[in-house]
């Protein structure tokens, strides 16, 4: 095969990629957002705010949800709120409360870190 066709070749696997890379719609990834919560411990619980996907700039973003669009309660905030959650969670521990038994881990747990209560209305 020619080198000029292996180049296109991989120019077009290139683009593939990146067209593939596309956020989830909140629906498509069952994000809800309860008002309810926004006065909760966030380092307890299933919250996008101790998700390894969250990231707190602009109001609140995810790296896998779109932040627009309705949510599955038809809610539109503009926003992956700290207190929302989705199907595609994942704990982060340095944020979580962690209360797992170190044999189910391995390691060593620090069962202190993060009880300090921090709330939505604590985040700006
Ligand atoms: S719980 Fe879902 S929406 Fe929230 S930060 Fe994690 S992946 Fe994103």
Do not use: Q
């Not at 957002?33 to 307890?44: A, I, W």
């Not at 990231?55 to 949800?65: E, F, P, T």
């Not at 959650?85 to 979580?96: M, Q, W």
């Amino acid at each position: 095969m020619s080198k000029i066709t292996d180049k296109i070749k991989e120019a077009v696997r290139a683009v593939d990629n990146l067209s593939k890379f596309k956020k989830f719609s909140k629906l498509k990834a069952s994000y809800v957002e309860y008002d309810k919560f926004t006065d909760s411990n966030l380092h307890e619980g299933y919250f996008c705010y101790n998700c390894i996907y969250w990231i707190n700039s602009s109001g609140g973003k995810c790296m896998l949800v779109e932040d627009s669009g309705p949510d599955v309660l038809g809610k539109v905030s503009d926003v992956i709120a700290p207190h929302g959650c989705c199907a595609g969670y994942e704990p982060n521990y340095d944020k979580l409360h962690d209360t797992r038994n170190p044999s189910e881990t391995g390691k060593t747990i620090d069962t202190e870190k993060n009880k300090e209560r921090i709330t939505t209305a604590d985040l700006s």
